[in-house]
């Protein structure tokens, strides 16, 4: 809540905040859109709204996402930060509240707000609710003999920019060190692989003769 961030931020007086804090799984903002803008957005506006009031001054890096780019036409590409927002869902929506009230807070408050647009990155701990670690976690449970020879997937032919997240989070210290106040910042590898090809690579990584079976419920609306 608000006033237990005033509380940690006025004790803690930090030079820099990295706001990472939210709900960040896409799926789960159809199912709990209101919930999802309440951690995204309203839990932005606490955080904002806390350093605001405090004596300290901290450089703000806040986590915006390549999804609040929503629908791209072919002629838009590649994706710059200048890019039309047209999120396509619950949570791109929200990311996009977050990301204005960080450029805001900065343009009538003075707040040294940064503003990061991340693309898809994976990485040791990643959640296995998330397509890498997902995909990993049923190859490692079908070479255990913990399930059936079968991998369940979403759709393949979607197309992802992924990043190692060692390397995001060596950006958001460059974006928080040597970027623009007020400003909105990329973070990407800038090549795309299908999710086929992810699927592919991990398969290459095993000896033991699997199936590929879609399941629509992991396939986004």
Known sequence: DGHSIVEVVEESAPDYVFHLASQ???????????DTMETNAIGTIHLLEAVRQSKCDPVIQVTGS????G??????LPIRE???????????????????????YHLSYGLKT????????????????????????????IEKGLKEPIIYVGNLNAKR??????????????TVTDCEYGEVYNICSGETRTIQSVLDLLI???????????DL???RP
């Open 217 to 219: 419920s992991r396939v």
């Open 24 to 34: 960040s799984f896409v799926p789960m903002s159809w199912r709990a859109p209101a």
């Open 66 to 69: 390549s999804e609040e780019y």
């Open 82 to 104: 200048t890019n039309p927002l047209r999120p396509l869902s619950p949570y791109g929506v929200s990311k996009v509240a977050a990301d204005k009230l960080g450029c805001q």
């Open 114 to 141: 940064v503003v990061t647009r991340a693309f898809n990155h994976t990485g040791p701990r990643r959640g296995d609710v998330f397509v890498t670690s997902n995909f990993a976690k049923q190859i490692a449970e």
């Open 71 to 76: 629908m791209v036409y072919p002629d838009e």
């Open 204 to 214: 290459g990584m095993t000896d033991k003769k699997v199936a590929i079976k879609q």
């Open 161 to 174: 920019d992924f990043t190692d997240v060692r390397d995001v989070v060596k950006a958001y210290w460059l």
